[in-house]
């Protein structure tokens, strides 16, 4: 079963920027629309955006102008360029398939705080 690596998390202050990556296998990264999510304590795991397979993207409203996702053909790779990052972005990211219930990576720990 395909499990995402994902990676470039850290603590960053708000109004910060960090930019996430997401390693999958070709055929997975070729095949699927890629969509990061991300998990707050006590919550549910939401999705934050998606990229489709010849690049068309969509974000959730809270997100919307702050976060850009992308794809990089040459590597499979899956990006998340983060900026004006705020407290209430803090949680674990995660990158799979649209509407994928299975096959989660680790994630990534992002923590925006002063």
Not at 87 to 96: G, L
Request: charged letters at 20%.
């Amino acid at each position: 079963q395909e499990q995402p690596v994902e990676s470039g998390g850290g603590l960053v202050q708000p109004g910060g920027s960090l930019t996430l990556s997401c390693v999958v296998s070709r055929s997975f990264f070729r095949s699927n629309v890629m969509g990061w999510y991300r998990q707050a304590p006590g919550k549910s795991r939401d999705l934050v955006a998606t990229v489709t397979p010849v690049g068309s993207t969509s974000y959730d409203d809270d997100v919307k102008g702050r976060f850009t996702i992308s794809r990089d053909h040459a590597k499979n790779t899956v990006l998340l360029q983060m900026k004006s990052l705020k407290p209430e972005d803090t949680a674990v990211y995660y990158c799979n398939k649209w509407r994928a219930v299975s096959g989660w990576g680790q994630g990534t720990q992002v923590t925006v705080s002063a």
